[in-house]
């Protein structure tokens, strides 16, 4: 099975200021609990949880208040006990308005009694690790949220998964959150490694870590088992991309359109495979995250905290903004959320928080100078110029016809592009077009 360590295109963005090195070094500090919490019942990928608890009722840390609908789907537990004191909505980071629950926390940090340890976890079969994945909505907690369960259930594949691909890559600037994970928490994923292993019926595990993370990679060897290998990869956006991750470790092509598993492979997230530890040996589901806050802080930091805690909350655990504030992002400056306050709740997909300044205002752009450095920027080989030029005048047939459906929107284009156009925005309003059509 080949190691290419690198995949055509990409980019190397230059960090402004002081980048990861804000953070690679602080170590994961837990959060003080928040005084209320409000949990979105759209935590995951796939169908939103519906609610299951009315206002007045009182609920333990690790209660299923939202259940799954569905099979791509993932049940939402309380991060603290207390009394639910509404049912109501939410804006997410993305915009989207979602059905929430406002938990007033106790502070007595009482655990659901559903919440208890596995006996014997070697006695556990694939079906099990998968069905305890469901049970404890763990999901991708590299940013798409995809529920592990469906990833982790094999059974209706018409080819058996032979390799489990895990990101530990962490291509975008700024974070550090997968990092200090491994560094801390080796063991702990290399356990979640070896259990998801087992689940999919993989003979072989590929860790991948991009190469300026040196001691990560040493953290990770040294916990290493039989059947995990720990690769270094030269650090380029976006290697965390799972098609990008599979072809750098194992030589495989995705085809456009397919999963994973058309290539025989599985890929999580080392944050993931944590998570999965957890669930399947302490019976915890997610009920919070670490994320990165970083760049005009007041003290950068590596924070573990409640799903659902308020961001103004984590923003003031991190010393508060500092002077020059002209960008608010959830998530990384490549594919991050830009939102215009910090009134919104830590969802499981929210892996940092960043507030720029200058340095993250665009260039009012120009016309296209025709050079094609988005064209060599494409990790999917696609013309984003030609994309761009089809959608603003208005024809989204062609810029459909042209690839827009196969772009992964990393922002590659946007970054390398000297006139500044936002092309991978472009791309975005075609796949919406494309999917109005069809709704």
């Known amino acids: 099975m080949a190691i290419t360590q690198t995949f055509g295109g990409g980019v190397h963005p230059r960090e402004i200021g002081n980048g990861k090195s804000a953070t690679q070094s602080k170590q994961i500090v837990n959060a003080a609990a928040p005084a209320q919490v409000t949990i979105a019942m759209v935590q995951h990928g796939g169908a939103p949880a519906a609610c299951c608890v009315k206002p007045g009722q009182t609920v333990s840390m690790g209660q299923v208040i939202g259940e799954a609908q ?28 979602a059905a929430a629950v406002v938990i007033e926390n106790d502070f007595e940090d009482r655990w659901d009694e559903s919440v208890r340890p596995c006996e014997n976890v070697d006695a556990l079969s694939p079906a099990d690790i998968a069905a305890i994945a469901g049970k404890c909505g763990v999901v991708g907690l590299g940013g798409a949220a995809f529920p592990t369960a469906v990833k982790l259930n ?10 489990l691909v895990v990101n530990g890559s962490e291509c975008e600037p700024y974070l550090t959150s997968d990092h200090r994970l491994m560094l801390e928490c080796a063991d702990k994923i290399i356990d979640g490694i070896l259990l998801a292993k087992k689940a999919i019926g993989a003979t072989r595990a590929v860790v991948g870590i991009e190469n300026n993370k040196p001691d990560a990679v040493e953290a990770m060897k040294a916990a290493a088992k039989d059947g995990v290998e720990i690769v270094a990869l030269p650090a380029k956006y976006p290697q965390g991309f799972e098609k990008m991750l599979i072809f750098a470790l194992t030589g495989r092509r995705v085809p456009n359109g397919a999963l994973p598993s058309a290539a025989q492979c599985a890929v999580l997230n080392v944050g993931t495979c944590a998570a999965l530890s957890d669930a399947v040996r302490q019976g915890r589901p997610i009920i919070d995250r670490v ?51 910090l009134n919104f709740p830590v969802t499981k997909n929210c892996g940092g928080f960043l507030a720029l300044g200058e ?64 092309l991978t925005q472009s791309c975005r309003v075609a796949k919406a077009i494309a999917k109005s059509k069809k709704s």
């Open 359 to 422: 340095e993250a205002i665009s260039s009012e752009e120009s016309a296209c100078i025709r050079c094609g450095r988005c064209l060599r920027a494409c990790p999917m080989g696609l013309m984003p110029s030609k994309i761009d030029s089809l959608v603003r005048k208005g024809n989204y047939d062609g810029a459909i016809a042209a690839g827009a459906l196969n772009c992964m929107e990393c922002g590659s284009c946007t970054y390398s592009c000297p006139a500044k156009r936002e």
């Open 70 to 97: 569905g099979f791509i789907s993932a049940p939402v537990h309380a991060s603290v006990s207390g009394k639910v004191v509404a049912v109501t909505t939410c804006t997410l980071p993305s915009g989207r308005s």
């Open 154 to 163: 094999t059974s209706k594949l018409e080819k058996p998964l032979d390799t």
């Open 291 to 341: 994320v990165t806050v970083s760049g005009r802080v007041a003290e950068p930091c590596n924070l573990r905290v409640r799903i659902g805690t308020s961001m103004l909350d984590v923003i003031e655990q991190a010393g508060g903004l500092t002077d020059g504030v002209r960008k608010l992002i959830v998530g990384g400056p490549m594919m991050g959320n830009t939102v215009p306050t």
